[in-house]
């Protein structure tokens, strides 16, 4: 089924963006980005073309659905890769290959604070954490939010914006969905991608090496 | 001398015999996070139009919209601080300035330059078997969206903001005493659209060495993943139909070289050196190295329009 995402009312270059993640964390074989303008039109089918899928446009002035399909071949690896990174795109950007030669950290998040003692002083030092993070570079592949951790990826959580930019960056984030919806905080989560314990027993074993916070 | 009817980079009236004033004003909303850098491009790029028309800049004036109630003051003077340092690194004086209370932040300046009325440089002033001088390399409308996308790197953003908070002065002075024809400095309509805008209604076209066209590098990358700002395409919608794109350059070449520029480069259209002197594009290409302008490059030639003014990509 071909899988959609609704980048209407989004200038450039969200569209692309939001197109990037999709193909980044889950490689669908078909991918439909609906847009409302050309610029977008023409951005998310380069960026389709750069990843190896094949492009079809359907619309009008004002309204595009741009559909990326991989071909047979990349196709076939992209189901038999399912569940692991989608390293299969040969000709994605080479910080992408390095990544992939590179080391990768996994970091798993069961709290919303460091430590024990003073909790005031406990959120300040996650909120540092998360902030450093971004000093790992390429090797930081995967964050997995557990428990009360989950409260760190909703509207107005202190590092919001610290989490947007390492997921712009390129790392995946995962969140566990019954851990929202035990806090009633399922729509409130403004960052990163629901997930199930399967996917993160999964992730634990293709990590190099799994932090625990 | 120049006024609205011959849009050019920036008015110039005359004073007297021997002074023309040159008049411009340029502001825009951020395009780095940094706001002491954001502050260094806005100005480099407001005093890129007086050295565009062979200018000195002498005065300048601050232009600000700040939302007082939401962002830090602190922010405003960095920006403000950056810009001043354009001003005095250009010999000019800040002498002023006026602030808006504005829900988006905007900053630039109003500059005034000097030039003898003779020097001015316009843009139209062509003349076919001239070359041209391209001095910044091209891409950081590409680059700044790929910024604000989250996906360019420090030392990628590092290099962009280098680039754009250069002033062009060591360039305009390098062409003291060279046969410069016309001259303009590349900003948001692109090298192309620039280059359209100097051949209308003359009777030359252009005709462009791609290959030499000076480009950073990962606006090619960011290019071909489609993170291109929607003013590229208006550029293309504009000055499409007036170019020509010769067989064998890649199509994401196109997007390249429309893409809107902040604080670009000079292009200048100079005669070819002759055998007595070394007045002409090689001498400059040569002095602008020395001088440490060191994306220059020679990347076309003027050549007599055919049926209609072009701009061709070989």
């Known amino acids: 089924m071909t899988q959609k995402i609704d980048a209407k009312n989004q200038s450039c270059p969200a569209p692309v963006l939001m197109t990037k993640q999709v193909v980044e964390s889950e490689s669908p074989a078909s991918l439909a980005v609906m847009v409302d303008n050309d610029a977008a039109r023409q951005n998310v089918t380069k960026y389709f073309e750069s990843q190896g ?6 619309g009008t002035d004002g ?29 994605a950007n080479s910080a992408d290959n390095n990544a992939a030669a590179q080391k990768k950290i996994m970091i798993m998040v069961a709290t919303d604070r460091i430590g024990f003692g003073d909790d005031t002083l406990g959120q300040k ?26 409260k760190l990826t909703i509207g107005d959580s202190p590092v919001i914006d610290d989490l947007k930019e390492l ?38 074993q293709l990590a190099d090496s799994v932090v625990n916070i | 001398m120049i006024g609205l009817s011959r849009a050019d980079d920036a008015g110039v009236y005359r004073v007297s015999e021997s002074l023309a004033l040159i008049q411009t004003v340029d502001f825009f909303t951020p395009i780095v996070d940094d706001p002491h850098s954001f502050g260094r491009i806005a100005a480099a790029n407001a005093l890129s139009d007086v050295y565009a028309m062979g200018g000195v800049p002498k005065t300048a004036m601050n232009l600000v919209g700040f939302p007082a109630g939401e962002m830090d003051i602190s922010v405003l003077r960095s920006i403000i601080k950056g810009g001043a340092e354009k001003v005095a690194e250009a010999g000019a004086v800040l002498i ?3 602030s808006v209370e504005d829900p988006e932040l905007k900053y630039g300046l109003s500059v005034t330059g000097f030039a003898h009325p003779d020097r001015v440089l316009a843009k139209k002033t062509l003349k076919p078997g001239t070359k041209l001088i391209l001095t910044k390399p091209l891409g950081t409308g590409i680059i700044n ?23 062009n002065r060591t360039a305009a002075e390098s062409m003291e005493g060279m046969a410069v024809r016309a001259c303009t400095d590349i900003t948001g309509f692109g090298l192309l659209g620039h280059a359209a805008e100097m051949v209308e209604g003359t009777d030359c076209s252009i005709r462009f060495n791609t290959s030499a066209i000076p480009i950073i590098p990962e606006a090619v990358e960011y290019a071909k993943m489609g993170l291109i700002p929607a003013g590229t395409y208006k550029n293309q919608d ?15 070449m196109a997007d390249i070289l429309f893409d809107p520029q902040t604080s670009g480069g000079l292009l200048i259209c100079i005669d070819s050196d002759d055998q007595s002197s070394k007045n002409g594009a090689e001498g400059l ?17 003027v050549v007599e329009k055919e049926s209609s003014n072009k701009v061709y990509l070989i």
């Open chain 2, 238 to 252: 504009f000055r499409g139909s007036m170019t020509s794109m010769g067989h064998g350059i890649e199509p994401f």
């Open chain 1, 63 to 91: 309204l595009f659905e741009v559909t990326g399909t991989l071909g047979t071949e990349a196709n076939t690896q992209a189901n038999a890769d399912q569940g692991a990174r989608p390293e299969v795109k040969a000709e």
């Open chain 2, 96 to 98: 002023g300035g006026h």
């Open chain 2, 145 to 167: 969206t790929a910024i604000k996308g989250g996906v360019a790197p420090a030392e990628v953003i590092e290099n962009a903001t280098r680039i754009m908070e250069e002033l």
């Open chain 2, 285 to 301: 290409l040569e002095v602008l190295h020395k001088n440490g302008v060191e994306h220059s490059a020679i990347i076309g030639d």
């Open chain 1, 167 to 204: 997921e712009a960056s390129g790392v995946d984030l995962l969140v566990c969905g019954a851990c929202l919806t035990h806090f009633n905080l399922m729509d409130k989560k403004d960052v990163g991608q629901v997930t199930n314990m399967l996917d993160i027993v999964t992730s634990m």
């Open chain 1, 125 to 150: 030092l996650m909120a540092s954490y998360i902030k450093t993070l971004k000093e790992i570079d390429g090797e930081l592949w995967r964050i997995v939010f557990v428990n009360n951790g989950v």
């Open chain 1, 53 to 58: 899928y094949d492009v079809t446009v359907n």
